[in-house]
């Protein structure tokens, strides 16, 4: 007797294994949209910290030591805070940023003397040979946090830049 037809279960088999080979063309495009949305996110967060950091250009170690006092490190923790913060300069803060994105401003006192040696001894005869003398600077760090895609981690974005007198 000849057979004239595949059988059920041969059908069967022939689909399983062709699901099987698209499989990784189906998650080739799941994760290519997923990689689109975390790119979209960490440029958005790059030009969010890109605005303060350029912002940030304009002002001067003195400005900062007036509202941050005696603190060596001065933490901003929300817009709010940095608004506050800026107006106490006498400048506008940058606008703020949109949900899901969160800003954070560090400004940290930085010495700039050199401290190599046992207690800094020579690092202070280096500066005193060469006429070195430190320059009251900030070092000033902004973080932007986003969301990554199908977790509930951050991923964020940090520029650093100075300012000094």
């Given amino acids: 007797m000849q057979r004239q037809a595949f059988s059920m279960l041969e059908i069967l088999i022939a689909l399983i294994i062709a699901a099987v080979a698209f499989l990784p063309i189906y998650n080739l495009f799941r994760f290519g949209s997923q990689g689109a949305v975390n790119n979209i996110y960490e440029v958005t967060a790059s030009n969010y910290a890109a605005d303060l950091i350029n912002f940030t250009r304009d002002i001067k170690a003195h400005q900062i030591k007036t509202v941050a006092g005696n603190s060596n490190k ?3 923790t929300s817009d709010e805070q940095i608004a506050t913060f800026f107006s106490r300069i006498g400048m506008t803060a940058p606008p703020p940023v949109k949900e899901p994105f969160s800003r954070r401003l560090e400004l940290e006192k930085f010495s700039g003397r050199d401290v ?4 800094g001894i020579i690092g202070w005869l280096s500066d005193l040979i060469n006429r070195r003398r430190s320059v009251p600077n900030y070092l000033i760090c902004v973080k932007v946090e986003f969301p990554k895609m ?7 974005v940090t520029l650093f830049s100075m300012a000094m007198d």
């Avoid at 190599?116 to 207690?119: H, M, V």
């Avoid at 199908?150 to 991923?155: G, H, P, S, V, Y």
């Fill in 74 to 76: 001065v933490t901003l």
């Fill in 150 to 156: 199908n977790t509930t981690e951050k991923d964020d």
């Fill in 116 to 119: 190599t040696g046992p207690a």
